[in-house]
Nanobody, 124 residues
Framework: QVQVVESGGGLVQAGGSLRLSCAAS????????TAWFRQAPGKDRELVAA????????YYADSVKGRFTISRDSAKNTVYLQMNSLKPEDTGVYYC?????????????????WGQGTQVTVSS
């Protein structure tokens, strides 16, 4: 089994920054793709960013391109999401999902292991 724990959420003013962390432990491998999804109240969970096992390949939703950066430290089994120039519409619960596959998938069902989520609130 794999355990996933997110951290780093909080309340920030528009234009501010936050860095989220996603730490995986248990029966995990360094060779796994990982993604950040978010869910706003009353909306579906949507993909924000994803990274492949090596960190060479990344994916970003159009709404966050140029503002968010996903990265990984494989030695620590941790994936980060640096969020800059935050907007009120970035508000939501951010979830980290990881998979035993090495390549990125853009669907929620492509990730088998999930954390409990971390709340991000951006005030205007």
């Amino acid at each position: 089994q794999v355990q996933v724990v997110e951290s780093g959420g909080g309340l920030v003013q528009a234009g501010g920054s936050l860095r989220l962390s996603c730490a995986a432990s248990g029966r995990t491998s360094r060779h796994n793709a990982t993604a950040w999804f978010r869910q706003a109240p009353g909306k579906d969970r949507e993909l924000v960013a994803a990274i492949n096992w090596s960190g060479v390949s990344t994916y970003y939703a159009d709404s966050v391109k140029g503002r968010f950066t996903i990265s990984r430290d494989s030695a620590k089994n941790t994936v980060y999401l640096q969020m800059n120039s935050l907007k009120p519409e970035d508000t939501g619960v951010y979830y980290c999902g990881t998979t035993t596959r090495v390549v990125i998938t853009t669907t929620r069902g492509g990730y088998e292991y999930w954390g409990q989520g971390t709340q991000v609130t951006v005030s205007s």
